[in-house]
């Protein structure tokens, strides 16, 4: 059966579009016609200024696009959204903003004192994974799927704290606790670790284990948090398999496979690029070291 029977509005979330869109026009003033009100703001390149827009545009395929509606009907569109949100978007918005804009930011005396506490990278990284983890815990989950605010705000908390595991890695200033060469990798493999077992315990499962999936009653609450009460009740629904043809099991398996391999890809990625920086530094470090041996040349 197609998404369509939703409606427009569960499905693209116009409201929503338009605040990301504004989103968008907003960070281009600030780092353009605005910028000379920011002390120390230097011009931002068009390529920041494209990651910014691409953590935009998937802001809104996570949360307003078809992708989120799927995501209260199948806990694979769930996950597969909540990849994108955690992983992807937290750390292209830290690249995204230029660092005087950062600064601007996290120098507010209510601001600053938060930010330096919790982006310690080990508290951060601990977290971070523990919170997604308590998350995907089944009476918690099923919680938390039934109350509109209590998803978005558990939801919206577990995005701070990806926030917050990301900027020690990324090293935007101000950075209270940097890390650099191999401790960057250490802290790379470390969160890759931390959030295997709950990706594992979803995957390795024997049963269901969510609720808001596998009862009927439970999934049409859920989908209430996205589809306008009107239009729900116009419709007759029995379950996630109407959309997907894929047994309870599977389709849970399925998206915890999507978690973990979009984390491996996006930790891969950030490894490479670590290593190869690293890796450059050292030989930058071993010519100045040749270069301070050689023997002068006799006069």
């Known amino acids: 059966m197609s998404l369509d029977i939703f409606g427009f509005r569960a499905m693209w979330s116009p409201l929503f579009f338009i605040f990301c869109v504004i989103l968008i026009v907003l960070y281009l003033l600030l780092t353009d016609s605005l910028r000379h009100y920011f002390k120390n703001s230097e011009p931002v390149s068009l390529k920041q200024k494209l990651v910014f827009i691409l953590a935009i545009v998937l802001l809104y395929v996570s949360k307003g696009s078809p992708l989120d509606l799927l995501g209260h009907i199948t806990f694979t569109g769930h996950m597969a959204s909540m990849a994108i949100l955690f992983l992807i978007v937290a750390p292209l918005l830290i690249i995204g903003v230029p660092e005087w804009l950062w600064k601007a930011v996290m120098e507010k005396p209510v601001i600053k004192p938060v930010v330096k506490f919790f982006t310690k990278p080990i508290l951060a990284m601990i977290l971070f994974n523990l919170f997604f983890s308590l998350y995907h815990v089944p009476f918690i989950f099923d919680t938390l799927k039934s109350n509109y605010i209590y998803h978005e705000a558990a939801t919206t908390f577990i995005f701070v704290f990806a926030f917050f595991m990301y900027w020690p890695l990324i090293g935007k200033s101000p950075n209270w606790h940097p890390i650099g060469g191999l401790k960057k990798i250490a802290y790379i493999l470390g969160n890759s670790v ?106």
């Open 194 to 299: 931390l959030i295997t077992p709950a990706c594992g315990l979803i995957i390795f499962a024997g049963a269901p284990l969510f609720e808001t999936y596998s009862n009927p009653e439970a999934w049409v609450k859920t989908l209430s948090l996205c589809v306008p009460s009107d239009t729900l009740a116009g419709l007759s629904l029995s379950g996630p398999q109407m959309f997907s043809g894929m047994p309870l099991l599977e389709d849970q398996q399925l998206g915890g496979i999507i978690m973990k391999v979009i984390q491996e890809l996006v930790y891969g990625t950030f490894l490479a690029h670590v290593f190869f920086e690293w890796a450059k530094k050292e030989r930058e470090k071993d010519d100045i070291d040749v270069q301070n041996l050689s023997p002068e040349p006799n006069k």
